[in-house]
């Protein structure tokens, strides 16, 4: 995650300013990424990973990492997939669902989203039977 930075989205005006949190960027990203179907879940790190065990509610987040240049916006999403997609398409709905929810939502520019793909999920039969 980012550290304490915000960014800032347009001019100030007589109002004020508005400044977006990292963390938005990362609940935006991950609910976007969330939406493509072959998406098997998200690689959270350690820490999230052990507070969902315990009943913790998952973070929107997770699997997400935003990292702010003075000039540039890069976000990292790590994902494991389903079984049987094609991962270079997979990862271009990926990248376009998130450009498109975070310019339509705050108006930054992002210079690059990059998909780490961290695992494959195979496929569980539930029609075999024991005999």
């Known amino acids: 995650m980012a550290e304490n930075q915000l960014l800032n989205v347009g001019e100030s005006t007589s109002l004020g300013k508005v400044e977006i949190a990292p963390d938005v960027l990362e609940v935006i990203a991950g ?3 969330a939406e493509i179907p072959g998406v098997y879940s998200m690689r959270g790190n ?3 990973d052990v507070a969902e065990r315990f009943g913790k509610k998952a973070s929107h987040g997770k699997g997400i990492k935003v ?4 000039e540039a ?3 990292d999403i ?3 997939v389903d079984y049987g997609h094609s991962v270079p398409r997979l990862a ?3 990248q376009f669902n998130v450009r498109q929810a975070i310019e339509n939502m705050t108006a930054i520019q992002i210079k690059e989203i990059n998909i780490h ?5 195979m496929e ?8």
Do not use: N, P, R
């Not at 990292?67 to 003075?70: D, G, K, P």
């Not at 793909?117 to 999920?121: C, E, K």
């Open 31 to 33: 609910i976007a990424t």
């Open 124 to 131: 569980h039969s539930t029609d075999e039977k024991m005999e």
């Open 46 to 48: 350690f820490a999230s």
């Open 78 to 80: 790590y994902i494991v």
């Open 117 to 121: 793909i961290v695992g494959v999920q």
């Open 67 to 70: 990292e702010l240049s003075e």
């Open 92 to 94: 271009e709905k990926i």
């Open 73 to 75: 916006v890069f976000i």
